[in-house]
């Protein structure tokens, strides 16, 4: 099983700012990885699929990058509904599908 | 519009079952494998078990393997968990999710559509 390891735990940032999100995976999982966003008592929703291409609707700040076994979720300008908590997934080596264990983005 | 709404969550005691429904709209069903997530209370996402459309081939996570069984009725437009022997880890929001439709568009593997989750307890 694929483990999926997010940094860091809780980021902190004001509105405006550029926030870096990691996602580390125990072995390569090639380009197969997405980000989801989630707010409180809301569903997941999908922002980013295959690292780097950007879902449906989702807005130009969000971006993703990386391969292999390193993957970075970039939001360049922080707006206010950004802040939540986001979750990177494999789906290279399945099943299990596996998630990471979040980073919860703040407000400052 | 694409639309998932699941039922059936409540409260069951340990060694209880359940059955929970996901009802899908606004999209063609039988051309899309879905998929069961839950959530346990303030915890990060399990995948816990994908059908394909016809039903041939279907995967479960280990945690749940040999006491959920997953089934979809393509005519009802319909995905269904069965649980049985629950525990008090099964304890979580269950939501159903599509997996994308590949081509220009997410792939297999990618949850492009969610529904808003059924609780499911485990209590004594």
């Known amino acids: 099983e694929i483990v999926l390891t997010q940094s860091p735990g809780t980021l902190s940032l004001s509105p405006g700012e550029r926030a870096t999100l990691s996602c580390r995976a125990s072995?390569?999982?090639?380009?197969?990885l997405a980000w989801y966003q989630q707010k409180p008592g809301q569903a997941p929703r999908l922002l980013i699929y295959?690292?780097?291409n950007r879902a449906t609707g989702i807005p130009p700040r969000f971006s993703g990058s990386g391969s292999g076994t390193d993957f970075t979720l970039t939001i360049s300008s922080l707006e206010p509904e950004d802040f939540a908590v986001y979750y990177c997934q494999q789906r290279s080596n399945w099943p299990p599908y596996t998630f990471g264990q979040g980073t919860k983005l703040e407000i400052k | 519009e694409v639309q998932l709404v699941e039922s059936g969550g409540g409260l069951v005691k340990p060694g209880g079952s359940l059955r929970l429904s996901c009802a899908a709209s606004g999209f063609t069903f039988s051309n899309f494998i879905i998929n069961w997530v839950r959530q346990a209370p303030g915890k990060g996402l399990e995948w816990v078990s994908s059908?394909?459309?016809?039903?041939?081939?279907?995967y479960y996570a280990d945690s749940v393997k040999g006491r959920f069984t997953v089934s979809r009725d393509n005519a009802k437009n319909s995905l269904y968990l069965q649980m049985n022997s629950l525990r008090a880890e099964d304890t979580a929001v269950y939501y159903c999710?599509?997996?994308?439709?590949?081509?220009?568009?997410?792939?297999?593997?990618?949850?492009?559509?969610w529904g808003q989750g059924t609780l499911v307890t485990v209590s004594s």
């Open positions: 295959d690292a780097s």
């Open positions: 059908i394909t459309t016809t039903s041939e081939y279907i």
């Open positions: 999710a599509r997996d994308g439709p590949g081509g220009a568009a997410p792939g297999r593997g990618n949850f492009d559509y």
């Open positions: 072995q390569s999982v090639s380009s197969y």
